[in-house]
């Protein structure tokens, strides 16, 4: 079955650089995309970005300067990298697999960014 | 951006009543294919949110048909007929046509 799941550090410091890793199964990344979407706590969700089944990305562009997204296909893997990371980015983590917009998702990986 | 702007924020509800959201965006939702790319998602507190409604009216697989998603262009609406417990959460749409995708600020459907 699909399955996708986030992992990395719950904790960052400030104007340090996040990373994050999206470990899936049950379909290939080179047949769908996969986006990473951020939540706040109590707020909605923002889409941050997207890895194309074609290895092309998209980016939203308030995250632009700031957000990478890459991946490897041979361990099914789609990786995120954001700098300069403030107390704002706060929230929860979530990476999605697309079929034109997200169908399932990860169960979201906390992250803290505090000193 | 495209804007979505989610009516009523929240909808207080009683157990088999019907609840009705809506979702008004700032531009046209048709994609260049002809597609249009507005999802409805159901988040449960602590949970991922799940995906109900792609493309305007298509139910996921497994949501039952109590779920009616309609619109077109800018203006779409999320039905639920005769509303269980399970229901109860905060509803979100989003589009997936122009770039940067979004969602809107959500409608939470909460007992009266």
């Known amino acids: 079955q699909v399955q996708l799941k986030e992992s990395g550090p719950g904790l960052v410091q400030p104007s340090e650089t996040l990373s994050l890793t999206c470990t899936v199964s049950g379909f290939s990344l080179t047949s769908y995309s996969v986006s990473w979407v951020r939540q706040p706590s109590g707020k909605g969700p923002e889409w941050m970005g997207r890895?194309?089944?074609?290895?092309?990305?998209a980016y939203n562009s308030a995250l632009k300067s700031r957000l990478s997204i890459s991946r490897d296909t041979s361990k099914n893997q789609v990786f995120l990298k954001m700098n300069s990371l403030q107390t704002d980015d706060t929230g929860t983590y979530y990476c999605?697999?697309?079929?034109?917009?997200?169908?399932?998702w990860g169960q979201g990986v906390m992250v803290t960014v505090s000193s | 951006d495209v804007v979505l702007t989610q009516t009523p924020v929240a909808q207080p509800v009683t157990l088999g009543d019907q609840a009705s959201i809506s979702c008004r965006s700032s531009q046209s939702l048709v994609h260049s294919n002809g597609n249009t790319y507005l999802e409805w998602y159901l988040q449960k507190p602590g949970q991922s949110p799940q995906l109900l409604i792609y493309k305007v009216s298509n139910r996921f697989s497994g949501v039952p048909d109590r779920f009616i998603g309609s619109g077109s262009g800018s203006d779409f609406t999320l039905k639920i007929s005769r509303v269980e417990p399970e229901d109860l959460g905060v509803y979100y749409c989003?589009?997936?046509?122009?770039?940067?995708?979004?969602f809107g600020a959500g409608t939470k459907l909460e007992l009266k």
């Open positions: 890895m194309w089944y074609d290895g092309d990305t």
């Open positions: 999605t697999r697309d079929r034109g917009a997200p169908d399932y």
């Open positions: 989003f589009q997936a046509t122009h770039d940067p995708n979004t």
